[in-house]
């Protein structure tokens, strides 16, 4: 069971931010809200949600196939880190009961994180992966 839920875990993060890659393509507008609201506006400049968009993409493709995953996981683990950190308050006060500007849709950004420290952390016991089968 534990090899299949790697590879759940890793396809599913993996998509997730390819999802986030092409949003950025796609929906430029979008990106440069998020960037405003979240990120103190960086990176809200179009040409950088474009080369983002791509480059996070690209990640989440190396992460649904398991390939340069000695690279690919600690990217990661970081881009997922500063999106956990920039809805510190969604995950600490879900509900917004004593922290404005909560969002409970926001909370999942933590079990995200997880999942990345953990495909991180069993990066060798993931089998079902290109890495592996090219050795």
């Known amino acids: 069971m534990k090899r299949w839920g790697l590879l759940l875990l890793r396809v599913s993060t993996g998509w997730l931010l390819v ?3 092409l949003d950025k393509l796609v929906n430029v ?3 440069q809200r998020v960037a405003e609201s ?3 506006g960086l990176g809200s400049q179009a040409i950088v949600q474009n080369v983002l ?3 996070e993409a690209i990640l989440g493709l190396f992460v649904v196939v398991g390939l340069w995953r ?3 996981y600690p990217v ?3 881009v997922l880190l500063i999106t956990a950190l920039a809805v ?4 600490i006060d879900p509900w917004g009961w004593f922290l404005e500007g909560s969002q409970v849709l926001f909370y999942p950004s933590l079990i995200v994180f997880a999942g ?3 495909l991180w952390g069993t990066m060798d016991e993931d089998e079902l992966t290109l890495d592996a089968r090219l050795g």
């Open 76 to 78: 990661t683990f970081v």
């Open 29 to 31: 507008e979008h990106g």
């Open 38 to 40: 979240f990120y103190l």
């Open 116 to 118: 990345a420290m953990v």
């Open 19 to 21: 999802l986030w890659g």
């Open 53 to 55: 968009g791509v480059l």
């Open 70 to 72: 000695k690279l690919a």
């Open 88 to 91: 510190w308050k969604s995950i």
